[in-house]
Each structure stands twice: as structure tokens, then as C-alpha cells.
């Protein structure tokens, strides 16, 4: 298999390091080392204080989904992470609604302590045996794939297809680096969603790996997804179209070509490129209801009509795939 990796140059652990380094590379290529967290070992911390003995998080009868965790990085090892309670909102008159204090934790000793008025003597705490596995598991998993990416540099590249849509089966996780130990268990796509990928590849591949990636975007989350489970959307689009000729040539073979007159039913009715719920026109281009719609085939290809809409004032024609359930024929 060719070796692929893209990047977005949005990418937050990937910006910094390309501001600091663009200038001063002669060959053009940029450090891919990480500038913040790559996985959110919050959560998991979150889940292991909530799960503690902490006075007030038990009197308060406080769970994880309503802890709010402010971390402080002290050094290396200690984090510094203020608590609150979400339920109740500081206010003019009651500024310490919610505060549930301080604690600290130990990235290397895996210690949870809590601190109060005498921070010379901080109470240790009592937490999940299984819970700390689980958030030393992650911050040792981060640790190695910072190492990772500081082994990486990135090259511009101008990438084959701007948008590539997952396939397989189940979900599709992303990863903080192009190697499958750098997995983010708690970000993922699934099967139809349909990613944005530019900017950056990777100029070698992490040793080791044989595989190839892909470092796109999808909302608000990022990183690396391994090429099966991706495909180019302008190939997929482009493949169904051309079945989609093919089905209409055949229809032509006993019948001469025809033009029918459609009605839109719903509010609005979006063209796609392709009869494809993926395949969306790059503009937002739509119909909207009771505008007629001139249609070619007589039976719908995969849920959809090919249609043509002359616009009545100033004669713009727009063609393309729409649904065929926002439709009916007059």
C-alpha cells in the first residue's frame, strides 16, 4: 500500500510548531512536536476525583458529568486542579457558589491529595485502583506520542481530494500521531461522515508502520485516521455517477428521452453533484417549495432524481441530484 500522510494546518498541536520553525527550515519542512495536550486525560481525571473521598464532592453528592476540573501544570509531575461544581453558579452575592477547592495530582506517583488552608499538610485521598491505571495509562500514552511526533517533519502538500468520507464498518477513531499506539479513545467518526484534509504530509513514516494516514478534521475534533477506513469523496461521487449513466442509458434503450415536470414538497430541496447523500454541492445551492423542477429519467437512481430548475425572473439554470421523497410529479 502507498504510504499517505496529510495534516490540517489548523491542527493545535501542529500551528505552533509550524510558527516557529517555517522561517528558519531551509528545506520548507516543519517540526511536527506537540504544543499542548494530545488526548483528553482530563476526562479521565475527572472520572478518578469524582470516584475519590473528597469531603465536599461526597457531601455535595457531586458526579463526574458535573465536575468541572481547572488544571495548573506546577512542574513535570504535579498538576495543581482547582474543582466546581457546574450545578451552581458564582454570583455577585455568592462569588464561592460551587468551589469545591483544590487537589493536586501526581503524574508519577499516581497520588491525589487535597488542599486546604494549611497547604503544608495536604490530606491524601483515596481513589479507584482501576480509575488511576486508566489516566496513568493515558498521560504515559501522551508522553510516548510527543515523542513520536518530535521524530516527524511536515512538508506542504496539496492533497489528492480535499474531502474524504469514512467506510468499514463500526467506529473510526482518531489518533494523536500516525501509528495505532497513539489511539484518542474517546474521539471518533463513523461510517458516512465526511472528513476535510489539507495542508501538511508527513515527509517519512513512524517506524514501523507500514500503513498509510490521514490527518484531517471533523468538527471540532483532529488527527490521524488510517487510510481503510478512508475513501476519496470525489471518487465516490464520481463512481455512483457514472452507475447512475449507466442505469439512465439503458432506461433509453426503449424509450426516447423525455423531460417531466416535478414539484418541490418541502421548504427547501438541496442539489446534490451525485445521487449520493454524501455527495452535497459545494455551493448551497436549493429549491424551495412549489418551484418546478424538469426532470429526465423516469425512475429515481438510489433515492434520487436528476432535475433541472430554470429560475423564472432571470432565466439561471441549476442542475443537479435531488432527493426524489421532496418531489412529486404534476
Not at 488511576?132 to 510516548?144: D, H, P
Not at 496539496?158 to 474517546?186: E, L
Not at 488527527?223 to 464520481?238: F, H, S, T
Amino acid at each position: 500500500m502507498l504510504w499517505l500522510n496529510l495534516c490540517l494546518a489548523a491542527l493545535p498541536f501542529a500551528a505552533t510548531a509550524a510558527q516557529e520553525n517555517a522561517e528558519g527550515e531551509e528545506d520548507g519542512t516543519v517540526s511536527a512536536a506537540s504544543a499542548g495536550p494530545l488526548f483528553d486525560c482530563g476526562y479521565e481525571l475527572t472520572k478518578l476525583i469524582a470516584g475519590s473521598n473528597h469531603d465536599l464532592i461526597r457531601a455535595e453528592k457531586v458526579t463526574s458529568d458535573k465536575l468541572r476540573i481547572d488544571i495548573e501544570k506546577r512542574d513535570n509531575n504535579e498538576l495543581a486542579i482547582q474543582l466546581s461544581d457546574t450545578r451552581q453558579t458564582p454570583s455577585a452575592d455568592t462569588p464561592g457558589a460551587g468551589k469545591l477547592g483544590w487537589v493536586t495530582y501526581n503524574i508519577k506517583e499516581n497520588t491525589l491529595q487535597a488542599t486546604g488552608p494549611d497547604e503544608d499538610h495536604p490530606v491524601s485521598l483515596t481513589f479507584s485502583a482501576v480509575q488511576g491505571q486508566r489516566v496513568q495509562s493515558c498521560f504515559k500514552k501522551e508522553q510516548a506520542c510527543q515523542e513520536i511526533l518530535g521524530t516527524l517533519r511536515l512538508e506542504a502538500f496539496i492533497a489528492q481530494s480535499p474531502k474524504w468520507r469514512v467506510t468499514g464498518t463500526g467506529r473510526a477513531y482518531f489518533h494523536a500521531a500516525p501509528t495505532s499506539q497513539c489511539r484518542d479513545d474517546n474521539a471518533f467518526v463513523v461510517p458516512g461522515d465526511v472528513l476535510q484534509v489539507n495542508g501538511f504530509r508527513a515527509t517519512t513514516p513512524v517506524k514501523g508502520e507500514k500503513e498509510g494516514w490521514l490527518l484531517v478534521g471533523y468538527g471540532n475534533a483532529q488527527g490521524w485516521i488510517n487510510v481503510n477506513r478512508l475513501e476519496a469523496q470525489d471518487e465516490i461521487c464520481d463512481a455512483v455517477t457514472e452507475k447512475a449513466e449507466k442505469a439512465y442509458e439503458k432506461e433509453l434503450r426503449n424509450s426516447e428521452p423525455a423531460s417531466h415536470k416535478y414539484i418541490v414538497t418541502q421548504k427547501q430541496l438541496r442539489f446534490y453533484d451525485a445521487p449520493d447523500k454524501g455527495c452535497k454541492a459545494e455551493t448551497q445551492t436549493f429549491v424551495v417549495k412549489d418551484d418546478a423542477v424538469w426532470v429526465d429519467r423516469k425512475q429515481p437512481y438510489q433515492g434520487f432524481l436528476h432535475g433541472r430548475y430554470i429560475h423564472p425572473a432571470n432565466g439561471k439554470i441549476t442542475e443537479g441530484w435531488l432527493k426524489a421523497d421532496g418531489l412529486t410529479k404534476k
